[in-house]
């Protein structure tokens, strides 16, 4: 009995996808009793019955070749090995041996063929079986084209009706392309012949899939899920075979593409626009730029600070796609420009920032209200559980429930929970923070070793940084010809770029030798953008004395100052823990200079000050909005000024409604007595 119990066991283990059930027979020994074993046969038969029902459902052919280059749609597949969205490596370069890269790609491909087995298999039991009944290409056309027409700043579009047009188009190419594999087996009937006869014209035609790779940009998705659409899409027409490459959807897919950050497939359509001797124009070009903006994507907002840059994805550094764009763009004899080449320059800065760029000032700590007792939840709550499965949310939907402040404080672990942010008093390294390096001749310890170096010495070094000594390489080749071009100028955007890249990669002293000597030098004088991108580097060290000279730099010169400028600053103060400086600074640049930060600049402001029990600070914070409510406009006042203080007045993350839920999740209450 024990033996038959582990076959069945091992049958159900091998036949059952990892992630398909949760229903597991329970384990039994040599030694267990006749009734655990006759449980174990059951759950075993339980799990049978599910193989089978999951066999059958996967019972329909799912033809995803792995190379299209042999059907009429070639798009080259050497691009499925360069291909890269948010970051790939090349086939014929070895793979990293750091367990930490090897897990990058997986969860930033999202390609077709990544995505996880339980997303497939929830999506493959939601979607419906598609039958020559449900076949219509007339309301795919129809959909497609009106999706299509809708433009993203128009008040009737509806992203939702795009993604069921594109949804609906996809279920048809996967119908076509299960009718072209049964009739190269002679299995179809004749009405499914007629279905592929007349596809070509339809559903598989070149304008209606130009038109759909269009309408797949409107869809209001996010960039690794536009990924694997799109590549989905393109295997499917690839495996049709029926449709013919013509220059309107060679753009388009090219398009398509470049948003979602498929880098090595732009760079594959590419070379077969030139190799079809196809009229080059400025958009395909810039949007084989975006493709790597949009590779960046998923570095820029999941950057593993700790890890050398030596270690990072090879996307870190774009330099050898720029390189295949600008000998494509030669030998097709289009010309390169200063704008075109600054597009080039911002893929440098596209990764976000590095960890010699950043510092941690602060943790978020919780006090747990109660000891150990329990929280039941009221079914008046809504509660909305973050990825980690850590922390609830509690979002009151009640008028009454404003009153309560335990019922809208957080519920961590079924426990209510005071949440409170704890400053870490250690400073930046010194070699962080530039005004402690001001003097170039001062030396610094480079970390983990002896030697001293001079900081801007180090910082031009390329061991500090790959991608930063690989911008500058870059920069220096446009200006004397790169790829076959002529020779171009850089301008003060370019410098700005260069600028941005030195302050993301924590080379400050670099950039304020771009900002003092550089520029200058070049005749180039400096604006507010490259000001307002050093003091947020600035801000992110924590250097108050250097902030403080550079704005008294900016009002000396007569530099114009923005709401961006109020940003960085007030980033500054709080990072180092001076809120009340941060409130008065606030306060100062809108009735001295009629600025204000974005909004999220307020309601930081006060998260801060109730995570460090400062109470009055943040209604002092509190009290400034409500005289921003009561603002009205006078003779005189710039229409920009105007707008942004009608959109300031009108937002809800700023109505007293908010602000009290906003006290509340931090325990405090904030009581109509606070209002005027």
Not at 70 to 79: G, I, R, S, T, V
Not at 237 to 261: H, M, V, W, Y
Not at 358 to 364: E, N, S
Not at 641 to 669: D, I
Request: hydrophobic share 35%; with cysteine; proline share 4%.
């Amino acid at each position: 009995q024990t033996v038959m119990m582990n076959i069945l066991h091992a049958k159900a283990r091998s036949s059952l996808p990892r992630h398909a059930t949760r229903l597991r027979a329970v384990k039994s020994n040599a030694h267990s009793a006749s009734k655990r074993l006759n449980l174990n046969y059951l759950g075993s038969l339980a799990e049978d019955q599910k193989v089978k029902k999951h066999n059958a459902f996967y019972s329909r052919p799912q033809i995803m070749p792995e190379s299209v280059s042999h059907l009429e749609l070639k798009l080259n597949d050497a691009a499925d090995g360069l291909r890269i969205n948010h970051v790939m490596t090349t086939t014929t370069s070895p793979q990293p041996n750091n367990s930490s890269i090897l897990s990058f790609p997986a969860r930033a491909m999202h390609t077709a063929s990544a995505t996880s087995e339980e997303e497939l298999i929830l999506q493959s039991k939601q979607e419906k079986v598609f039958t020559s009944m449900d076949y219509e290409p007339k309301r795919v056309l129809h959909n497609i084209k009106e999706a299509t027409s809708w433009k993203k700043n128009i008040k009737d579009w509806n992203p939702q009706f795009c993604r069921e047009a594109v949804q609906d188009y996809i279920s048809h190419l996967k119908y076509l392309c299960n009718l072209r594999e049964k009739s190269k087996l002679g299995e179809t009937s004749q009405l499914e012949e007629d279905i592929l006869k007349d596809a070509s014209s339809t559903v598989l035609s070149s304008n209606l899939t130009s038109d759909a790779m269009n309408a797949m940009l409107k869809r209001k998705v996010k960039t690794h899920h536009l990924s694997k659409e799109v590549r989905l899409v393109e295997k499917l027409i690839g495996t049709i075979g029926l449709t013919p490459l013509t220059n309107r959807l060679s753009f388009n897919l090219l398009r398509a593409n470049g948003k979602a950050g498929n880098i090595g497939r732009v760079m594959s359509l590419l070379n077969l626009r030139k190799a079809k001797h196809m009229k080059p124009n400025r958009e395909e070009f810039e949007h084989a730029i975006q493709s790597i903006v949009s590779a960046g994507l998923y570095l820029r907002k999941n950057r593993n600070v700790f890890l050398n840059e030596t270690e990072q994805p090879e996307i870190d550094n774009p330099t050898r796609w720029l390189d295949e764009i600008l000998v494509n763009m030669n030998s097709r004899g289009f010309p390169l420009d200063t704008a075109m080449a600054n597009k080039m320059l911002e893929c440098y800065s596209s990764t976000g920032r590095t960890g010699k760029a950043t510092h941690f000032f602060y943790r978020v700590t919780r006090e747990y209200i109660g000891g150990n007792t329990s929280y039941e939840r009221d079914e008046s709550i809504d509660t909305i559980r973050n990825g980690r499965n850590k922390v609830e949310e509690v979002d009151v939907l009640c008028e009454e429930h404003l009153n309560s402040i335990d019922e809208q404080m957080p519920l961590i672990q079924n426990r209510k929970a005071r949440v409170r942010m704890k400053m870490v008093h250690s400073m930046p390294p010194y070699y962080k923070m530039p005004s402690e390096n001001k003097v170039s001749s001062s030396k610094v310890r480079m970390p983990n070793k002896n030697d001293l170096k001079p900081k801007l010495e180090w910082e031009m070094d390329r061991d500090f940084s790959m991608s930063l000594t690989s911008a500058f390489a870059f920069a220096d080749s446009l200006t004397h010809g790169a790829c076959g071009h002529k020779a171009i100028e850089l301008d003060r955007v370019s410098w700005n770029v260069l600028v941005r890249a030195c302050v993301y990669r924590g080379a400050m002293m670099r950039a304020l030798e771009i900002l003092n000597d550089k520029m200058p030098n070049n005749g180039i004088d400096p604006d507010k953008v490259t000001y307002n991108t050093i003091l947020s580097g600035l801000a992110r060290v924590g250097d108050k004395e250097l902030m403080r000279e550079i704005l008294l730099i900016m009002t000396n010169k007569s530099i114009a100052k923005d709401k961006y400028t109020v940003q960085a600053l007030v980033d500054g103060y709080l990072n180092v823990g001076d809120i009340s400086g941060a409130v008065t600074l606030v306060q100062d640049f809108f009735n001295q200079h009629h600025i204000l930060p974005p909004y999220t600049t307020h309601l930081k402001i006060i998260e801060f000050a109730l995570g460090n029990d400062l109470v009055y600070e943040a209604k002092r914070q509190v009290y400034f909005i409500q005289q921003l409510h009561k603002w009205r406009p006078k003779h005189g006042d710039s229409p920009s000024l105007l707008n942004f203080m009608n959109m300031t007045q009108k937002n809800p993350k700023l109505s007293p409604r908010s602000l009290k839920r906003l006290f509340a999740y931090f325990g405090e209450r904030l009581t109509e007595e606070d209002f005027f």
